[in-house]
């Protein structure tokens, strides 16, 4: 939903014609999702013809600028600033399909009067104290803008005719269906979401995707007067020559972790004695899943992101290093405290694991889950019988 900069128009927009002809026709502009990341989900814009005055632009929420000091710092934490921007139509519809994205546009049933309130809306929105806002994935974004505007000046008139959302999909399962194709990035998307992303979106909350905003006009209808017309009075479709396209990775999150563990398993039992190699084995293992939760909690209370808090992924990723490593590090500790502590921590962890975190990453972070339980038993059976306080 984040989109490419193309290049806004060099006269203010607040200064250009402030009064459209009768001509005047106003499309909601979906483009499919591309090969890039930030690309992954499509894109949502506004396009205004009027060729009695020569206009044909698009109105774009989705823009950043990458050249912002503190970029990705300003980015993980919410803080970076989108802002709308205006370019030509054609040269935006141009660059779309060179990315190889399919464009749809459908031209919305406005009346003249809406039209116009619809661009006044856009001119004061554009102007440099108002063009600016805060990004939010689910909530305020490209697309749910866009259907701001709309809602603004249409919205008594609009009526859907069919549920927003029928089978009662949360925001995770709603974007999940778009990350398939890049099973890394799901993963690491998946880690990184709290439990707001597992809440069911109501009404138009469900509006957060381009495609989904796209679809629902498609069906909704528009009340004037004693008169219901469909909202979209005409759609065309834009192929590009090489649509863009994700070549899956033949390894998944899920093959990788489990591989992993039926290795390390036999190996980390063979080869007990090979005491230096596990010692820093151990932590690396636990360095990285602790840094992981180190960046989890880090999101959770400093990010401006609402999905990014209550992360119960938190319980593998931190938790259990502390648990797990942390704990059977002191040398003080007695075998059998040792041990008791390490069946307790680990039911614990896995039937927190298990209950708390959404059912679909627990098949990926599970071999890691059970590759430190496996890690710190070893610990207790090889390294701390073998103190010499204990003999």
Known sequence: MLAIFFGGLTTPLWAQQAQLSSETKVSLITASPGDEL????????????DPVNDIDRTNNYGTFDFDTDGFYRKFALGNLKYFLSVNEYERAKQAYLKAGRTITEQRLNLSPEQIQQLFRYLQTNVRPENRYYSYEFFYDNCTTRVYDVINAVA??????QKPLNPTKKSFRQFINHYLEPVPWTKFGINVLLGAPADRIPNGMQTLFLPDLLKERFANARMQQSDTSLALVAGQSVYVPANPATFTMPFITPAMAFWLLLGLLVPLSFIFHSRKTFWHWFDRFLFGVVGLIGVLILFLWLF???????????????????????????????????ATTFWIISSSAIIILVVTLIYVEPVFSVLPILLLMIYRGYMRLNFDYKEREFFV
């Open 38 to 49: 930030y690309t992954i989900f499509g894109h949502t814009a506004l396009r205004i013809t």
């Open 155 to 160: 919205g008594a008139s609009i009526r859907f």
């Open 303 to 337: 990010s401006s992101y609402p999905s990014t808090k209550w992360n119960w992924n938190i319980l593998w990723t931190l938790v259990a290093p502390l648990l797990l490593y942390g704990f059977l590090n002191i040398d003080k500790t007695s075998l059998g405290w």
